[in-house]
Nanobody, 121 residues
Framework: QVRLVESGGGLVQAGGSLRLSCVASGRIFSINAMGWYRQAPGKQREMVAVITSGGTTNYADSVKGRFTISRDNAENTVYLQMNSLKPEDTTVYYC???????????????WGQGTQVTVSS
């Protein structure tokens, strides 16, 4: 069983910063990509930032230059440093992992429970 646990969400004023963390634990053979998605009420979940095991990153246009994703492969942890936060960044952020649970299984998609980020104007 694979588990992703996020931390670091909260309330911040516009222009401020937050750092999200996500640790993957459980039965893990290998991790391919890890990343962050967000979903506002009534909207589809959207990709915020993703990082591969080799360090290649991809960002949503709306966060480029403000957010930075990083990863500690040894600790199965992914981070999202969010700077210059805007009220429109307010929503629930979900950690994502593309993970192989055993040598004999294929890759699966796993999600954290979500962490709320609220940016006040």
């Amino acid at each position: 069983q694979v588990r992703l646990v996020e931390s670091g969400g909260g309330l911040v004023q516009a222009g401020g910063s937050l750092r999200l963390s996500c640790v993957a634990s459980g039965r893990i053979f290998s991790i391919n990509a890890m990343g962050w998605y967000r979903q506002a009420p009534g909207k589809q979940r959207e990709m915020v930032a993703v990082i591969t095991s080799g360090g290649t990153t991809n960002y949503a246009d709306s966060v480029k230059g403000r957010f930075t994703i990083s990863r500690d492969n040894a600790e199965n942890t992914v981070y999202l440093q969010m700077n210059s936060l805007k009220p429109e960044d307010t929503t629930v952020y979900y950690c994502y992992g593309r993970i192989q649970g055993s040598r004999w299984s294929g890759m699966g998609d796993y999600w954290g429970q979500g962490t709320q980020v609220t940016v006040s104007s």
